[in-house]
């Protein structure tokens, strides 16, 4: 096998967003009957990378040589027909068909055009199902029946009913519980073992070191480092590869001593917590103070920030703004309180793209400028003027639609409607996705701002330098739970990945036990007492817990 | 400003200089487009009439009807355009025509006189969109799915109320303002009432809290949402607008026949959405014109019109209504592509 040339081979991959360079020029070799491990920061352009290799995405350059040929699949089909499988994070499952057609979708076996029902399929999809250890999977069932982690097992089995030489798994474990975490580490073996490749995405470093053979590190787009050593790299240096930036954040500097530091919170959430989202967190926040939520994607801190909105019902717990409590789930008491909200989707969740400037800020005061239901457009427009100056939205023009605004004076416009409608209480989502690197120290600074004229401003990124540049005070989460409180300068990034990463030094020397009882409602109880839990490895209510409401999506 | 060290990104993300952005003028100019375009059709279609039965056609009293006969799906396309706005569409408005206009012209309505047939028209066709409104806004059913319960259930109601007879109106001053020469300052009464009906549209869609909500609820309900507004709510009164409008329409199907019939409306909510999807509206909401709207209304009916003067049957007309579909849906995808 030595000297034949790597299985996949990408060089020097472009692929450019409107406004982001996704990858930028990035190589990777997968040999075959590796475990190629794919590690970075949510936004390093790890999920466009296997799209593009799935032929989901073209890439704007770049080379793509498979088996020593140069290809190009344009589309997932072009992928799949090379021997190219994707397992993507979210499932892409029909539920309303049964394992077998799933497994067989788009390949159906046909006689005279004629879909066959029955035997052939079936058979075939559970010698599959008995190759990946689940033989109790009946092929005939509905998808929509079965727990998250045997959906995940359909996924595979789907992947190996085509001649596969290369799965790429993006996040196959976020969903699984250990038990299973372990049967697909099996089934990872005897993949390899019969010389499929396999590119793993995995924020668990644990996990990596489990089965990984190489490590390509990504970064801002680019790839950092290529083909370390999976087992003997030190996390120290994977995590300083990890964060270690070519460009430097500005932040403002923040008051020496928090404004308003005996003031009285204006926004206090107690016990607030959501089944399967995230365990009932404890915080407040001052006026004038802005605290950090930071972890990964799925850490459940978007959920927090919009249960604390009432845009989602929470099972457990109460908010309070200025001492009284808020109507659950109801975003009108949220906004009448004064909270307001500048959330992860700007373009999905806040924005009217096909309006003006001016609608977009006014939308949330507008009875103001109203009398009897009439409005009164002149006084809205210099009210929405106004509150797009004080933020500096370019261009000055508050009827040019925002469709044609770039993403930092959206995420202005965001900020201008909760100005205007002289909100107390700022949740704000990933407020620099989609901004360019040049206009986030203005929206850095912005912020501030906002927060020095007495705002309170509660802050959710996925980008720890993000949350320790801008914010006051810091909770760390991870899985649902906050696991650390710290104000922001006792903190740094390392410490907070590591943190964020299941404390990997702790992980790698019990690997299998390690693993809290993620997804259980429990206490609010910090990540150290875990390691040493004997009950962690089985855990009581770990299996309906995480098999029945992984995929809520 | 930041110290890149590594090469800089590119700056796709930087905003356009002002001048190249649409201003006010040029939205406006856009807009005109659309409308000058419909415009145009309908100026050429009046050739095309003015030009096959040059009498026939331009005769006053022929304009007269064309128009009188627009105002009926005009009002029910006024309600209409506001539910495709937010997003919504109501199968059931011709239904709901049906079963006011029968409702409302029953004997023992006409006892009433001319306010209880008013009056009823108007409380029935609210009472049936406050049913499809709650059942989509509270019930969480699809529009879709809601309205055209409501359409085989109003038309069934509209049949068991007549038995299938002609309910004529006995009550003079009902009959009077049908009368060809009911004119109020030389326009046909139901003119009159499409015109203050079209001019009230447009005033709340542009110029009120109301309208605004709905474009945003239209334009992008999660948005509407997490800004504070309720959608429910608002949904909830798009379909009794909606059910109001088709209350008024069957007060005005009322003085135009001087009867009530449960075949009244037929086919009217096809009518409708085909005008206001010619006029511009997207029919996945958020934007659209009342203008544009009355326009496709008359536009449809100057075909018919036209039509009918040169002896050409209704199939032939139906066929050239889906063309104009065809053709105005092609031509926006084209003009929406290119700003």
């Known amino acids: 096998m030595a000297p034949e040339p790597p299985l996949l081979s990408m060089t020097g991959i472009t692929k450019s967003f409107p406004g982001v360079r996704a990858l930028d020029g990035v190589d990777l070799d997968v ?143 976020a969903a699984l519980d250990p038990e299973e975490v372990d049967n697909l580490f099996r089934i990872v073996g005897d993949l390899t073992a019969d010389g499929v490749a396999v590119v793993y995405i995995s924020h668990r470093l644990e996990e990596i070191r489990r089965i990984g053979d190489r490590v390509t590190v990504l970064k801002d787009g680019r790839a950092v480092a290529g083909g370390l050593p999976a087992k003997s790299t030190p996390t120290r240096e994977i995590v300083a590869l990890m964060t270690g930036r070519n460009v430097e954040y500005v932040f403002p500097e923040r008051p020496a001593t928090p404004r308003d530091a005996g003031a009285a919170p204006v926004l206090e959430v107690q016990g607030l917590a959501r089944e399967g989202e995230f365990a009932p967190v404890d915080l407040s926040v001052r006026p004038g103070e802005i605290v950090g939520l930071a972890g990964l994607v799925g850490s459940g801190r978007s959920e927090i920030l919009e249960t604390i909105y009432g845009a989602r019902k929470p099972t457990a717990g109460q908010v309070r703004v200025d001492g009284a409590v808020l109507r659950p789930g109801s975003v009108r008491a949220a906004v009448r309180a004064g909270l307001g909200l500048a959330p992860e989707e700007r373009k999905a969740q806040a924005l009217l793209m096909l309006e003006s400037v001016t609608r977009n800020v006014s939308v949330s005061s507008m009875s103001r400028f109203a009398r009897g239901g009439w409005i009164d457009r002149a006084a809205e427009l210099g009210a929405a003027r106004a509150a797009t100056r004080e933020l500096s939205l370019r261009p000055d023009n508050p009827s040019a639609s925002v469709r044609t605004l770039s993403g930092g004076n959206q995420q202005k416009a965001v900020l201008a409607r909760w100005l205007l409608r002289g909100c107390r209480v700022l949740l704000l989502d990933e407020p620099t996705r989609g901004v360019d690197v040049g206009a986030r120290a203005e929206l850095y600074a912005v912020i501030r701002r906002l927060a020095d004229e007495g705002l309170a401003v509660l802050l959710v990124s996925s980008e720890v330098p993000e949350v320790l540049g801008l914010a006051d005070r810091v909770l760390v989460m991870r899985e649902g739970r906050v696991v650390h409180t710290a104000p922001a300068r006792e903190l740094d990034e390392h410490r907070v990945l590591d943190l964020v990463m299941e404390g990997a030094t702790v992980a790698s020397a019990s690997p299998a036990a390690d693993s809290p009882p993620t997804r259980t409602i429990g206490g609010p109880a910090a990540g150290k007492p875990a390691a040493s839990n004997p009950v962690a490895s089985n855990p009581v209510a770990g299996k309906p817990a995480a098999g029945e409401r992984g995929p809520a999506s | 400003m930041t110290q890149p060290v590594s090469p800089p990104r590119d700056s796709t993300d930087q905003a356009p200089p002002a001048g190249q952005l649409p201003s006010w003028r040029t939205k406006v100019a856009r807009a005109d487009i659309r409308t000058l375009s419909l415009l145009g059709v309908l100026a050429a279609l009046i050739a095309v009439g003015g030009i096959t039965k040059p009498d026939e056609f331009l005769d006053t009293r022929n304009l007269q009807l064309v128009l009188t006969q627009a105002s009926v799906i005009g009002v029910v396309t006024v309600g209409m355009t506001f539910v495709i706005m937010s997003g919504g569409i109501d199968l059931s408005v011709g239904a709901i025509v049906a079963l006011s206009s029968v409702w409302a012209t029953t004997v023992a309505t006409q006892e009433y006189g001319f306010a209880g047939i008013l009056f009823t028209a108007v409380l029935v066709g609210v009472a049936c969109g406050l049913v499809n409104g709650l059942l989509i806004a509270y019930g969480g059913m699809v529009p879709f799915i809601a309205t055209l319960a409501m359409l085989a259930s109003a038309r069934g109601l509209a049949l068991q109320i007549t038995d299938g007879a002609t309910q004529i109106v006995t009550i003079d001053s009902v009959l009077d303002l049908g009368e060809r020469d009911a004119y109020v300052l030389g326009i046909p009464s139901l003119v009159l009432v499409f015109a203050v009906v079209t001019v009230i549209g447009w005033l709340v869609l542009n110029r009120t809290t109301f309208g605004r909500r709905t474009v945003a609820v239209g334009g992008n309900a999660e948005a509407a949402r997490l800004a504070g507004i309720d959608v429910r709510r608002q949904r909830l009164y798009l379909y009794l607008l909606s059910g109001l409008c088709c209350g008024i329409a069957a007060f005005l199907l009322i003085i135009l026949s001087g009867s009530g019939q449960n075949t009244n409306g037929n086919l009217y909510e096809l009518d409708a959405i085909a005008a206001a999807i010619i006029g511009g509206t997207l029919l996945s909401g958020g934007r659209g014109t009342i203008v544009g709207s009355v326009l496709g209304v008359l536009i449809f009916t100057t075909i018919t019109n036209i039509f009918a003067l040169n002896n050409l049957q209704s199939d032939v007309q139906q066929i050239a209504k889906g063309a104009i579909i065809v053709a105005a849906v092609l031509v926006q995808r084209r003009t929406a592509s290119t700003t």
């Open chain 1, 31 to 173: 040999q075959a009957g590796e475990v190629h491990c794919l590690l970075g920061q949510n936004g390093a352009g790890k999920s466009t990378l296997i799209k593009v290799l799935a032929g989901a995405h073209q890439p704007d350059d770049g080379r793509l040589s498979w088996r020593g040929e140069q290809v190009t699949p344009r589309s997932p089909i072009a992928a799949m027909r090379l021997g190219i499988a994707t397992i993507y994070q979210e499932l892409d499952l029909v539920e309303h068909l049964s394992v077998a057609e799933n497994v067989h979708l788009g390949h159906e076996p046909t006689a005279a055009g004629f879909v066959v029902r029955g035997k052939a399929a079936k058979s075939s999809t559970a010698v599959l199902l008995k190759r990946l250890g689940h033989p109790e999977i009946e092929p005939g069932r509905l998808v929509g029946e079965l727990p998250a982690a045997q959906r995940q097992i359909v996924s595979m089995a789907r992947a190996l009913s085509h001649d596969v030489r290369l799965i790429v798994m993006d996040e196959p474990s």
